[in-house]
């Protein structure tokens, strides 16, 4: 009999802010019986909801049940920046440009966004949690200027628009002087990323998908013909699964040693004040990302995304057992502050009002894990960092390899490579995180 217990529940340090600046949700629908279902999703962020989506789109009788471990937008659909973008957005390269055939991955992203879209006009989901207002590559020094100036030839060569940005345009977008120049491209898709996630969850219900929440899958065996999962007040007998729970892959025994597992950190400031607001100018939405990708992200939101905020992220770690201590999160706190009042000297001192981790993967040669694991087991895992539109994308080949429907979606996946090994511990974690903090330096002002 196969059996897979989960090693480890999800254990992220600090609230999901993102979620905790919208109106309570309702109390919760917990598993505490024995069900059936067509086709179990584990994981409720952006791949497990996009799978469900795409489900009732092939199949509108099916019965399928979504269980989520913690609440909807609590985990990392509520933990990341927000940017859901369509061009090449390669981590590991010193520009994002990516290695392999970025048009067809420009095109890939822009599937994602289009159902994304679709779900919104669909579910009614509020339009200032899918704000089509395009991002900034930000850059603080001539090293990243020329970055940007490297990447923007890139996209010449794609055939992709772009504008350059100086430092008065700049500084008129986001109230800071600290940015030299920035490359601005239209096609991202700024999201409140937890308004989104809960306005697919609420859809998707009215539709007629039961989503359970507080209710993790502690392990699923075969039993006769169906797989059984067990979490720790019910069970689902279900003869189909789809596993949409990015790095914990590997805490139910797939990819073991072939995943890095990350931690990102983020802070939000308080609600801005008239005073505040004064005094910082600008404009009341932008995002930037850095033109190093080992940079400060930083985002503007205003009363339309739960109220006038700045989010600061950078910072990373690589922790193989998933498992952060609360002096990583205060040392990132400590850093993001400085940054903050670097950027932002006219609030120099604000305190933020939230501190917080997310938790990616990554795999060494930037693949995913969407395929069949085992018979009626489908992976849509490993975002490599971009959780909106990679998550989205692998859950829709998720679901769509389940019903057996063939697409460009899961010819792409399908066709990558299985993920490297990774160098054996500790060597792993030590060099990783070596490297993490060098490339953290050697990013200085970005």
Same mark, same amino acid.
């Given at each position: ?10 254990n ?6 993102w ?8 109390p ?17 962020g952006?791949?497990?909801l ?9 199949? =509108? #009788? *099916? ?9 909807? &937008?609590e985990?990392?659909? @509520?933990r990341?920046? $927000? ?35 679709e ?25 990243a ?21 100086d ?13 030299? =120049? #920035? *490359? ?9 990323? &937890?308004?989104?996630?809960? @306005?697919?969850?609420? $859809?998707?219900?009215?539709a ?23 979490t ?8 189909k699964?789809i ?28 609600e ?32 339309g ?10 910072c ?13 999160l ?25 501190q917080?981790a ?8 930037g ?19 971009l959780?909106?539109a ?13 019903c ?7 010819r ?5 490579k ?29």
């Amino acid at each position: 009999m196969t059996q897979r217990a989960a090693k480890t529940l999800p254990n992220l340090p600090g609230p999901a802010a993102w979620n905790r600046i919208l109106p309570d949700q309702p109390p919760p629908t917990v598993l505490t019986e024995d069900v059936t279902a067509d086709i179990t999703i584990i994981g409720a962020g952006f791949a497990g909801l996009s799978a469900a989506r795409r489900l009732l789109q092939i199949d =509108s #009788g *099916l019965k399928i049940t979504v269980l989520e471990a913690d609440r909807i &937008a609590e985990g990392s659909s @509520g933990r990341n920046s $927000g940017f859901m973008i369509d061009l090449p957005h390669e981590l590991t390269s010193e520009n994002y440009a990516g290695a392999g055939d970025d048009l067809a991955l420009i095109a890939l992203n822009r599937k994602a966004i289009s159902f994304a879209a679709e779900a919104v006009e669909d579910y009614a989901i509020d339009p200032n949690f899918f704000d089509r207002s395009g991002k900034v590559n930000g850059a603080a020094s001539p090293k990243a200027e020329a970055h940007n100036h490297s990447y923007a030839q890139h996209l010449s060569g794609l055939g992709e628009t772009y504008e350059m940005f100086d430092l008065q345009q700049m500084t008129e977008l986001t109230g800071s002087p600290h940015y030299r =120049s #920035g *490359l601005y491209t239209p096609g991202t898709v700024m999201l409140q990323p &937890a308004g989104y996630i809960r @306005g697919l969850a609420d $859809g998707l219900r009215k539709a007629g998908v039961r989503i359970v929440e507080n209710s993790p899958a502690l392990e699923f065996f075969k039993e006769r013909q169906a797989w059984k999962i067990e979490t720790p007040q019910g069970s689902i007998s279900s003869p189909k699964i789809i596993l949409t729970v990015n790095g914990h892959l590997e805490s139910f025994g797939f990819e073991c040693g072939r995943l890095m597992q990350l931690f990102l950190f983020a802070v939000m400031t308080p609600e801005l004040t008239t005073e505040d607001l004064k005094k910082l100018g600008g404009q009341s939405r932008w995002g930037i990302t850095p033109s190093d990708p080992m940079g400060t992200t930083l985002r503007r939101i205003d009363l339309g995304q739960g109220g006038n905020r700045i989010v600061t992220r950078t910072c990373a770690v690589l922790k193989p057992n998933m498992k952060l201590s609360k002096a990583s999160l205060d040392r990132a706190a400590g850093i993001m502050q400085r940054k903050f009042d670097r950027r932002f000297p006219q609030l120099a001192g604000l305190k933020m009002e939230y501190q917080w981790a997310g938790h990616l993967c990554l795999t060494l040669n930037g693949v995913a894990v969407m395929r069949e694991l085992e018979d009626g087991v489908y992976s849509g895992c490993v975002q490599n960092g971009l959780g909106t539109a990679r998550g989205t994308l692998t859950g829709i080949g998720a679901a769509e390899l389940a019903c057996g429907v063939t697409s460009d979606i899961t010819r792409h996946f399908g066709a990558e490579k299985r993920p490297k090994k990774l160098p054996p511990q500790p060597f792993r974690e030590l060099g990783a995180n070596a490297v993490l903090r060098w490339k953290e330096w050697r990013a200085a002002e970005e």
